[in-house]
Every structure is written in structure tokens, then in C-alpha cells.
């Protein structure tokens, strides 16, 4: 199993950014999948996550969109309004016991990590 991670960069305050996760040896429409990040200095924190349902951390509540497009078996997370405290590397992974987890201990396969960098 493979995640690639992609998309990230350096945007302004209040700018948007797309994030995708392409999957091979893994079909991210049957698989509880997940957007973590990781700040310096701070522990690797869920972001989004879909299963059966979808689950959103407050912090990116209303500004973050969890999505998957199972032709092209790739998860996106799309995020807006961002703001200097999202300036984290960004992982996508993959859990492949169905069932929403927000723990990152519960996933089993990690992408890279993008760098976002939100400048004020």
C-alpha cells in the first residue's frame, strides 16, 4: 500500500489550498481514511477523517472539506480560510479496519506529509 501526499505549499492568510492523497493497493472508498497534522514542537493531531460518516475537527469546522474520488482513488482535503495556527505538515493515511478512528495509532498507512505554511 502507497499514499502520496500532494498538494501543499506557502499561502497567505485567508487563502485556500487543495490536498490530495493518491492511493495505490488500497481502495479509499472502502477504507476509513484520515487528514492528520503535525505543528513543531506539538503531537500528530486528526484534521478530517471519513468512513461511514465524516468527522471534523473544531478547529477546521466550516472552513475544511474531507472528499473522496473513488475513480481516481484519491482523498482530497480541501481548506480555506486559513490561518497562520494550520501551518503544520499534513499526512494522509489510511485505516483498513472500516470504522471511523480519530487516533492516529488506529491507521495503519501513511503518506509523506505535505508542508502547509500559512503566513500572516
Known amino acids: 500500500v502507497q499514499l502520496q501526499a500532494y498538494g501543499g505549499g506557502l499561502v497567505q492568510a485567508g487563502g485556500s489550498l487543495r490536498l490530495s492523497c493518491a492511493a495505490s493497493r488500497l481502495t479509499v472508498s472502502l477504507n476509513c481514511m484520515g487528514w492528520f497534522r503535525q505543528a513543531p514542537g506539538k503531537e500528530r493531531e486528526i484534521v478530517a477523517a471519513?468512513?461511514?460518516?465524516?468527522y471534523y475537527a473544531d478547529s477546521v469546522k466550516g472552513r475544511f472539506t474531507i472528499s473522496r474520488d473513488n475513480a481516481k482513488n484519491t482523498l482530497y482535503l480541501q481548506m480555506a480560510n486559513l490561518n497562520p495556527e494550520d501551518t503544520a505538515v499534513y499526512y494522509c493515511?489510511?485505516?483498513?479496519?472500516?470504522?471511523?478512528?480519530?487516533?492516529?495509532?488506529?491507521?495503519?498507512?501513511w503518506g509523506q506529509g505535505t508542508q502547509v505554511t500559512v503566513s500572516s
Open positions: 471519513v468512513g461511514s460518516s465524516t
Open positions: 493515511a489510511a485505516k483498513m479496519v472500516y470504522g471511523l478512528a480519530l487516533e492516529p495509532r488506529w491507521y495503519d498507512y
